[in-house]
């Protein structure tokens, strides 16, 4: 195991793209609100929740005129690749990761929007279903979302069999959780394929209410996968659906790391790298609890949130920087302990930063 060696050093011979996402880019309506009962009549407060389009179109009428509002280009993935792109090559000029995914007909802000941001994708088009989006609704330090997923459901066996060549190069295969719900027959396609070759598969949580209708799909690629994010509400469900009972929520990332029946073949190959030994589960807890990863036969680590220098501008970017620091770390090959440390400091840093917006260079503290 590579230990201590600099990030940007660490990863100069990696073949690019690194990782392949498959998720679902969406427009993102960012609307902070004044009026908490909007929340509480459409959404979970501080919670997810996917709407139907008539619902979409009753909230959308019901936003007070004088809220303050903003756009750009989401998904589930996308903030966390494009922090781990600007750690590994703030200029862009070595793209480590690309995103595969479809949208709809009428797309233009979201596609411009994705290009300004310098995300390499491989988006497919479909003309027969119009582009969907997702809404943020903010009440003071509440934030809720709804979201109307459209082309993002449709991407197809024929989609990924243009991705093949990605497929064979990249190191790292990274599912968002919708692209498990709506396109699974590919997420299985994929599991069978990357069996064979020594990919990691990574899956983040992203959510609890994904596991009331759909938890039999998200329990099966949690199986596939090698690498498990979420935060103690995601864990949570995630225990719930697997009926392992625990006495502290703690308990949950070590109970989950030593359950069998998730294990598969694809996570059992022999290998002298950390992440193929078992399952990793990294959970985190907020701001003042530490962030658990376990990994291998209950081996664990424990990190403290780092409290940021700086103001604390905006929470919402938190977790997305912890996956990309702790994945970067995985590509770096550190050990389990650096990739940790290493994704709360991308986290504290990003507490500082409105909007997940990254500065022209990267700091030199997270030039590790």
Not at 234 to 250: F, G, I, W
Request: glycine share 6%.
């Amino acid at each position: 195991m590579v230990e201590k060696v600099p990030l940007r050093k660490a990863i100069e011979k990696l073949k690019l793209p690194a990782i392949i996402v498959f998720g679902n880019p969406l427009a993102d309506y960012h609307v902070h609100t004044g009026n908490k009962d909007l929340l509480e009549k459409y959404l979970e407060v501080d919670g997810e929740t996917e709407l139907l389009e008539e619902t979409v179109h009753k909230l959308i009428l019901d936003l007070p005129l004088q809220s303050e509002y903003g756009s750009s280009a989401e998904g589930l993935g996308r903030n966390s690749m494009r922090i781990l792109q600007w750690l590994c090559d703030e200029t862009f000029q070595k793209q480590y990761s690309v995103y595969c995914g479809r949208i709809g007909d009428g797309a233009s802000l979201l596609r411009y929007s994705i290009r300004a941001a310098d995300v390499d994708d491989r988006y497919c088009i479909n003309y027969r279903v119009l582009y969907k989006y997702c809404i943020v609704l903010t009440y003071k330090s509440s934030r809720s979302i709804a979201t109307d997923i459209g082309a993002g459901g449709v991407f197809t066996l024929h989609d990924l069999n243009r991705a093949q060549f990605l497929l064979r190069t990249a190191k790292m295969i990274y599912i968002e959780k919708y692209f498990v719900t709506y396109s699974f027959p590919v997420v299985l396609e994929i599991a069978k394929q990357v069996e064979e070759r020594s990919n990691i598969v990574v899956v983040n949580l992203s959510g609890t209410y994904i596991f009331n209708d759909d938890h039999l799909e998200m329990c099966k690629i949690v199986g596939y996968a090698n690498i498990v994010f979420g935060n103690v509400r995601e864990m949570e469900a995630l225990a719930q659906s697997l009926n392992v009972t625990y006495d502290n929520v703690t308990d949950i990332p070590f109970l989950l790391n030593a359950l069998t029946n998730i294990t598969v073949s694809v996570s059992s190959t022999l290998n002298e790298n950390w992440v193929h030994h078992g399952r990793v589960f990294v959970m985190s807890q907020g701001e003042s609890a530490p962030v658990i990863a376990v990994w291998g036969k209950n081996q664990s680590v424990q990190v403290q949130p780092i409290k940021p220098t700086a103001p604390v501008i905006d929470t919402a970017g938190t977790d997305d920087a912890l996956v990309a620091g702790f994945l970067a770390g995985v590509l770096a090959q550190w050990s389990p302990k650096h990739c940790l440390e290493y994704g709360c400091k991308v986290a504290s840093f990003i507490l500082t930063r409105h909007g997940v917006g990254l500065p022209e260079n990267v700091p030199p503290d997270l030039l590790e």
